[in-house]
């Protein structure tokens, strides 16, 4: 899998990779070249006194090392910005796939593991890259030119490295092997890690109120002590790694010394030739110790690539159809014997549902908790896929639109509204991005929320937190309905959007909202019979099948479960045509 992704994402880089490999062999080559030279001074300045050779050879080194120096710098450089531009694609890739993605795939995936693998698991691959293209291109290099170097030194010295360097692999081959499921469960508890303080700070009101303060901070810390301990086991096998690799290092020097003395004495080895060697010899083994690093870097990033790929190579079930039929003129929304089931699930979620709402008309669905009235709404915009039976916009199955096509005729409230950080303003564009502020304050002012907005400071610039938080559910709501209605969209869909609002706003907002949505249909999901009893008609579910279908008065004559949702509203519902009344009439009591 790792494989696969830097393949996939570094095509595009080939020339500045040639360019790394390239800078990094003249600066490889350049280090090699510094320790022949020393020897020369050693042997042919220092040794006989000749100061002139040491200034015109200690000239030439100086000249190397400033071309080492030089091309390490541009190595480094574009090695930085090839990871750079990595990670970049990876996670616009990640975003691009996982927006693309249905409830379904959200859903099985999780969206704290989705935040963890856009970030953290993007981070550890770019890191294995970057450490790649500044260390590891020049090890091969290094340890190979080494070796040559250091056979034109002395032939029987080299066997040292016969010794140090396979020692050297297998023990902190041993190392590593040890740190690969480390790396595997570190990433996985991140995730739980994540999940456990998205749930914490998006739930900090429910916290509160039920004093779960300590409860919430022992299952914070508990998490957090799972990772510490994860980390530290991954630490302590990286702290033993070093200090091993350097260990055997200096034992490989002194073990150089103290044969390279004898031979010395000998005569049949020069002291500048010995200086030499040991240089080539640390510097051999360093180039393995830096190949040792990556190698752990590897097992984090391989364990990384795998969760990315798991992103990348997930289709989604909204799928785009090759040849996409063009949308209807007309605005209407059809149920032709529908039914969804969610994989694996015993029972199905709706079954057999067959319902239609025209231009101008409204629908609206009431039903128990878990009848299926959210699925319904997300099966008309295509959020989800029908099992069986098919959904048409306009005539044509949703399934055969081009989603983009389908959206932006579909305007639609969720039941738990949602806004983005920004202003108010940038909050109802969303709706349609070119909405003046003319359009915006007639959509404020059906939705009941320009007063409140006017209020605030700023009004349109007003200042709106990530999720809405500065405003009341209410408000929230308003807003969001307002992003709807600005939009013109030829298929209205309002899951429960009316449930924050007092009977007295509710009244004169489906006042208002029906002139404005004369052109379009009209889908309610309510639990207030006091907000649909003027639907054109009302569709009645119990555990995902119709029991009712008619008007208001139809179905209180023929259908026994909406006569029950009407007998336990029934106080309710005669406050609220008080109020709807008065309303009416510009007289709203409260």
């Known amino acids: 899998m790792l494989l696969r992704l830097l393949r996939l994402h570094l095509r595009r880089y080939v020339r500045p990779l040639s360019l790394v490999v390239l800078f990094q062999a003249v600066q490889t080559i350049a280090a090699l070249y510094l320790p022949r030279l020393n020897a020369d001074i050693i042997d042919n300045g220092v040794l ?12 030439w080194m100086l000249a190397v090392t400033v071309v080492q120096i030089a091309f390490s ?27 693309s993605f249905s409830a379904r795939e959200i859903a099985d995936l ?65 190392i590593l092997i040890r740190m690969v499921p480390t790396f595997r469960v570190m990433q996985d508890r991140i995730d739980d890690l994540n999940r456990v303080a998205r749930e914490q700070i998006t739930g900090m009101r ?11 901070t022992d299952r914070f810390e508990t998490k957090s002590g ?44 020069a002291m500048g030739e010995l200086v030499a060697f040991l240089t080539y010899l640390t510097q051999i083994l360093m180039s393995v110790l830096l190949a040792t690093y990556m190698a752990a870097l590897v097992p984090r990033a391989a364990v990384s690539s795998e969760r990315i790929m798991e992103v990348l190579s997930t289709e989604t079930s909204i799928s785009a159809p090759t040849s996409p039929l063009p949308l209807g003129p007309s605005a209407s929304v059809e149920f032709d014997h529908v039914g969804f089931r969610y994989p694996g699930a015993e029972h199905a979620v709706l079954s057999g549902i067959s319902v239609t709402c025209a231009a101008g008309e409204t629908l ?103 999720g809405g938080t500065n405003v009341s559910g209410g408000q929230r709501q308003r807003l969001a309905i307002a992003r709807a209605l600005i939009r013109r969209p030829a298929l209205y869909l309002f899951d429960d959007s009316f449930s924050a609002l007092d009977m007295a706003t509710d009244a004169r907002l489906r006042a208002a909202l029906g002139p404005w949505t004369t052109e379009a249909a009209v889908i309610v999901v309510a639990q207030r019979v006091s907000s649909i009893r003027d639907a054109t008609r009302i569709l009645v579910l119990e555990d995902g099948e119709t029991v009712g279908l008619g008007t208001h008065d139809e179905l209180l004559s023929n259908c026994p479960t909406y006569q029950e949702i009407v007998a336990s509203q029934l106080t309710v519902d005669e406050l609220a045509a008080e109020t709807s009344t008065n309303a009416t009439t510009g007289e709203v009591t409260s």
């Open 73 to 99: 710098v541009l190595a480094i450089y574009y090695g930085s910005t090839v990871a750079a531009g990595f990670g970049r694609d990876v996670r616009t890739d990640l975003f691009q796939r996982t927006t």
């Open 48 to 59: 006989r006194g000749d100061t002139g050779y040491i200034w015109r050879h200690g000239a």
């Open 206 to 216: 429910v916290v509160r109120a039920f004093v779960r303060e300590p409860y919430e």
């Open 364 to 466: 609206a669905v009431i039903g128990s908790t878990g009848s299926g009235k959210t699925t319904l709404v997300n099966l008309a915009a295509r959020l989800l896929d029908a099992s069986e039976g098919t959904v048409r916009l306009n005539g044509t199955d949703v399934r055969d639109l081009a989603p983009d096509q389908l959206w932006n005729a579909i305007g639609i409230v969720p039941q738990k509204p949602y806004l983005f950080s920004g202003t108010v303003a940038s909050n109802l564009r969303v709706g349609r991005d070119d909405a003046t502020e003319a359009e915006m304050w007639a959509a404020l002012e059906i939705a009941q929320a320009a007063d409140f907005v006017r209020a605030m400071d700023g009004g349109l610039d007003a200042t709106i937190t990530q």
């Open 110 to 174: 999780g969206a704290p593991s989705l935040i963890t693998r856009v970030t953290n698991d993007v981070t550890q691959v770019q890191t294995l890259v970057q450490m790649t293209c500044t260390l590891l291109v020049g090890a091969p290099i290094m340890a190979v030119g080494g070796l040559v170097m250091a056979l034109q030194e002395d032939v029987p010295l080299t066997g040292v490295l016969a010794v140090a360097i396979p020692v050297m692999v297998i023990v902190i081959g041993n």
């Open 226 to 269: 799972i990772i510490t301990r994860t980390a530290m086991r991954g630490g302590r096998l990286m702290g033993l790694m070093f200090p091993t690799a350097m260990a055997i290092v200096n034992v490989s020097s002194v073990a150089a010394v103290w044969f390279g003395a004898d031979r010395v004495n000998s005569g049949d080895l």
